[in-house]
């Protein structure tokens, strides 16, 4: 008897650890681990979540991107805290909270507070959005579209919210191998309603304190909104067959890229120069 009990053992101790890591599925779940190289990946196949280091860099950051040829980075966890180690993992720790690890330092993705004991799972959504969920009532505690970084996608605002104390803004990465904050930041301009606009949405980037471009796009199809203390507006992107997004670069440029499935191919539809 002892002589098969040892091999089924150590499957039994495989298999239970082949559970705790993720690679290729939407959701990781409170106990699971992605350590590098493995990923999660929307369920429509067009984003993923991992670790990635930036050009010849060796830090390594958590972030988004889209899955093409040319993947582009459209948000970053831990962008002013990078880690040194390939092995770096995220999991959703006792507290119920994202947090990035290597053994030596830890960074919560998730600073919030959740009440003691909840059981929470993180879905990688088909808009590209990082959610953080209670199992019990599905509730959203956390969403990664509320803290960009540079880029806005399909569905994210720009503005504030009082009542949260939340401001959606972009900011540029440092350099285009550094992700950190950089010198430029684009926010929600001056409305000329108290209620509703459509389309016209003044937008600013800046250059530290001082304006360094200031007009409207009109890619916004949603209606900007200044009520009960919410002051924002939603991009809607009009080619809903290509995968589109809004980046502000390192050097203050404000462009729309897109990218086709049908052609493989990627351009930019509009630009602040």
Same mark, same amino acid.
């Given at each position: 008897?002892?002589?098969?009990?040892?091999?089924? !053992?150590?499957?039994?101790?495989?298999?239970?650890? %082949?559970?705790?890591?993720?690679? @290729? &599925?939407?959701?990781?779940?409170?106990?699971?681990?992605?350590?590098?190289?493995?990923?999660?990946?929307?369920?429509? @196949?067009?984003?993923?979540?991992?670790?990635?280091?930036?050009?010849?860099?060796?830090?390594?950051?958590?972030?988004? /991107?889209?899955?093409?040829? =040319?993947?582009?980075? !459209?948000?970053?966890?831990?962008?002013? #805290?990078?880690?040194?180690?390939?092995?770096?993992?995220?999991?959703? $720790? %006792?507290?119920?909270?994202?947090?990035?690890?290597?053994? =030596?330092? %830890?960074?919560?993705?998730?600073?919030? &507070?959740? %009440? $003691?004991?909840?059981?929470?799972?993180?879905?990688?959504?088909?808009?590209?959005?990082?959610?953080?969920?209670?199992?019990?009532?599905?509730?959203?505690?956390?969403?990664?579209?509320?803290?960009? &970084?540079?880029?806005? *996608?399909?569905?994210?605002?720009?503005?504030?919210?009082?009542?949260?104390?939340?401001? /959606?803004?972009?900011?540029?990465?440092?350099?285009?191998?550094?992700?950190?904050?950089?010198?430029?930041?684009?926010? *929600?301009?001056?409305?000329?309603?108290? !209620?509703?606009?459509?389309?016209? !949405? $003044?937008?600013?980037?800046?250059?530290?304190?001082?304006?360094?471009?200031?007009?409207?796009?009109?890619?916004?199809?949603? #209606? @900007?909104?200044? =009520?009960?203390?919410?002051?924002?507006?939603? /991009?809607?992107?009009?080619?809903?067959?290509?995968?589109?997004?809004?980046?502000?670069?390192?050097?203050?440029? *404000?462009?729309?890229?897109?990218?086709?499935?049908?052609?493989?191919?990627?351009?930019?539809?509009? &630009?602040?120069?």
């Amino acid at each position: 008897m002892r002589g098969w009990f040892a091999p089924l !053992v150590r499957l039994l101790v495989i298999l239970f650890h %082949s559970l705790q890591s993720t690679n @290729g &599925t939407d959701t990781i779940f409170q106990g699971q681990t992605i350590t590098n190289p493995k990923t999660i990946i929307s369920s429509n @196949g067009k984003f993923e979540l991992g670790f990635f280091s930036p050009g010849k860099t060796s830090n390594y950051y958590l972030g988004i /991107w889209q899955k093409v040829s =040319k993947p582009a980075i !459209v948000w970053v966890a831990n962008r002013e #805290y990078p880690f040194l180690s390939s092995s770096s993992n995220l999991t959703i $720790n %006792s507290e119920g909270k994202l947090e990035i690890s290597d053994g =030596k330092m %830890s960074y919560k993705v998730t600073n919030i &507070t959740i %009440s $003691n004991n909840s059981n929470t799972f993180a879905t990688l959504l088909d808009s590209g959005n990082l959610v953080l969920q209670l199992r019990s009532s599905l509730e959203v505690l956390w969403q990664s579209f509320d803290y960009p &970084t540079d880029t806005l *996608l399909p569905g994210m605002n720009l503005g504030y919210d009082e009542v949260y104390e939340n401001t /959606w803004s972009l900011v540029s990465w440092r350099s285009l191998e550094d992700p950190a904050p950089g010198s430029f930041s684009l926010s *929600l301009g001056y409305m000329s309603s108290t !209620v509703y606009v459509d389309f016209d !949405v $003044n937008l600013t980037v800046w250059q530290g304190s001082k304006t360094y471009w200031n007009g409207s796009f009109l890619e916004f199809e949603n #209606y @900007g909104i200044y =009520k009960n203390g919410r002051f924002y507006v939603t /991009w809607g992107a009009p080619d809903t067959s290509r995968i589109m997004q809004m980046v502000l670069d390192a050097f203050g440029q *404000l462009k729309i890229q897109s990218w086709s499935e049908d052609d493989q191919s990627s351009n930019s539809i509009g &630009t602040t120069d």
